[in-house]
């Protein structure tokens, strides 16, 4: 038989072949890793899928690295067979995968308890370890299936070609076949074309509505009869913002008095409202002038998060706090969810955020400067990434100077890894932990963990004041891609207060991790995680405060809003 007439190798006897010993040895490894505990706790099915891809990762490098060493050893006419260690190893690292996943089964779950207790999530039992053990299993094999299917047909294409002409060019063309196709795949997340297929999917969640929305009558909301932007183009979120705005009747029966009371302006422009990012955020300001915004006391120039959503608390908490003498501005820049958006398409919240931040700022800039509403800046989420792109400048010196410039104070709450001025905040830090972060002694810019901290009366704290409120625990404002082979600040001693002491960073196991607590951030209480109910009161408070307001006014007003339905949340 001829090098050109091998056997062409069957599908089940490369998909049922017995594991690698190198594979086996990393895997297991890695799957021990994949136990320990993250910024939050797990769901069964999540922390199947953290070990499954953790164990196949650290399988597939190794057999891999084999592979390789196996190939160096042939240069040097050193022949090593694929199963030279001994066939006693494999069952040994057997056992231990299965100790592993006795662990898994009796030991996680209280580990995963530990950790809720920090983050006020409930207890889980032997049963989730037994799912969660059942759910690796099956990720496994599915994993290792696929994997193995693509070997047998990148096998079956070498072979192919190498009928037709020599074994050592037929390599190289299903090697560059290989490459081309990778780099395909590349090229369409890359070239925004998986983001463009993502928003196509979630497209038609955008054309509903909210149950209990209706649009509004009140002529200073946006998709009212006489507004500029139709009811229709709002989305799903711009509806439920225009819509759900702090009535006339509840802000005087709070206060007791409908004295100084106003209809809030709430003003949006949805995707569908304009075709360009400049042209919605100049639709926004032709609303703030057609429901005269100029003349209220607060104007709160808002980045939204993927979907277009404003967090209805901070905005009800703003409205509450100054009467209604308020107008919020947003838009909407994407059909996604923040988290897929945020893994996927940065670039455009950050687009969406200058743009209207320069449009009203302008606006802003025109009134007379002894008349000028006080114009503040919030973004939560994704939003503040959007939000602070707006004002970053070549240093934190320089970019806190600007928002002082053009803005009475900022808001922002649970901010990403990829805010440029929180990535200024890191890097020029005074000695501080990267989760609570100091600079200059807090004479401009704060960031806190939780509410309960700030004073609005601080007199060594100068306004225009930014203040920032992120968890320990929260994931949106730790992860990256460095995070797959960079050891991460997050997990130095001593962690955060809401972190538990046994975090430690693990090579893509880590970076898995903070992946699912990114879909699970808002899984934690009210206080933890990307949960930020509680702050808003305070945080506008001491960013755009009314006068005479004192602390037993930010409870009061923070009990008042945890005891009302709030649509949208």
């Known amino acids: 038989m001829t090098e050109n007439e091998r056997p062409a190798p069957g599908f089940l006897s490369v998909v049922t072949m017995s594991p690698s010993i190198p594979g086996l040895g990393l895997g297991v ?14 769901s069964a099915m999540m922390q199947g899928i953290v070990s499954a891809l953790s164990f196949t990762v650290g399988y597939g490098l190794a057999v891999l690295a084999w592979f390789f060493v196996r190939r160096v050893l042939g240069l040097f006419h050193v022949v090593v067979d694929r199963d030279a260690i001994p066939g006693l190893v494999r069952w040994v690292l057997l056992g231990l995968a299965g100790v592993v ?21 409930e207890p889980i039992g032997f049963v989730d370890g037994l799912l969660a053990v059942a759910w690796s299993l099956a990720f496994v094999l599915v994993l290792l ?28 063309v299903t090697t560059v076949l290989v490459i081309a196709v990778i780099a395909a795949a590349y090229y ?6 998986l983001t463009a297929f993502a928003n196509a999917r979630f497209e038609g969640g955008d054309e509903t509505t909210l149950e209990g929305i209706e649009q509004p009558s009140d002529p200073e909301s946006s998709g009212s009869p006489t ?21 006339v009747e509840d802000l005087s029966a709070y206060h007791g008095t409908a004295h100084g009371v106003r209809t809030p302006i709430r003003v949006y422009a949805g995707l569908k409202s304009a075709n360009s990012p400049a042209e919605r955020a100049q639709l926004v300001v032709d609303e703030l002038n057609r429901t005269n915004a100029q003349d209220r006391a607060v104007v709160a120039l808002v980045a939204t998060t993927g979907t277009g959503w404003v967090d209805p608390t901070a905005a009800a908490a703003l409205e509450y706090l100054w009467r209604g003498d308020t107008a919020i501005a947003g838009m909407q820049y994407s059909f996604l969810p923040s988290w897929i958006s945020f893994i996927l398409d940065t670039a455009t919240a950050t687009e969406s955020g200058v743009a209207i931040n320069d449009a009203v700022i302008a606006w802003w800039e025109a009134l007379p400067g002894n008349d000028r509403p006080r114009l503040v800046a919030f973004g939560e989420s994704l939003g503040s990434l959007g939000s602070e792109a707006a004002y970053v400048r070549e240093s934190l010196d320089a970019s806190l100077g600007f928002i002082q410039s053009n803005t009475a104070g900022a808001l922002w709450v649970g901010p990403t890894n990829a805010n440029a001025v929180r990535s200024q905040l890191l890097e020029e830090r005074d000695p501080s932990p990267v989760w609570l972060p100091v600079y200059r002694d807090g004479e401009v810019l704060r960031m806190v963990n939780s509410p309960g901290v700030l004073d609005p009366t601080d007199p060594t704290w100068l306004a225009p004041r930014v203040v920032y409120y992120h968890h320990a625990s929260d994931p949106v404002g730790y992860w990256n891609w460095e995070t797959l082979w960079k050891p991460q600040e997050w997990t130095d001693h001593p962690v955060g207060p809401d972190v538990p002491d046994s975090v430690r960073w693990v090579p893509f196991t880590t970076f898995t991790q903070v992946v699912v607590d990114l879909i699970n951030g808002f899984s934690a209480s009210v206080g933890h995680g990307h949960n930020y109910n509680d702050v808003f009161v305070e945080g506008w408070s001491v960013v755009a405060p009314t006068a005479g307001w004192t602390a037993n006014d930010t409870l009061r007003l923070q009990e008042h809003l945890d005891s009302i339905e709030i649509l949208g949340l």
């Open 227 to 247: 507004s500029l932007v139709a009811w229709d183009d709002l989305g799903f979120q711009g509806r439920t913002f225009a819509g759900d705005a702090t009535s």
């Open 188 to 193: 369409f997340v890359a070239s925004s074309g």
């Open 29 to 42: 490894a890695m799957l021990w890793f994949s136990l320990g505990s993250s910024l939050l706790p797990r």
């Open 101 to 121: 996943l006795v662990v898994m089964a009796v030991v996680w779950p209280a580990w995963q308890t530990d950790q809720g207790e920090l983050v006020g999530v």
């Open 145 to 172: 299936f696929v994997a193995r299917s693509l070997r047998w047909l990148i096998w079956r294409t070498d072979l192919a070609f190498e009928r037709r002409m020599s074994v050592g060019f037929a390599r190289g």
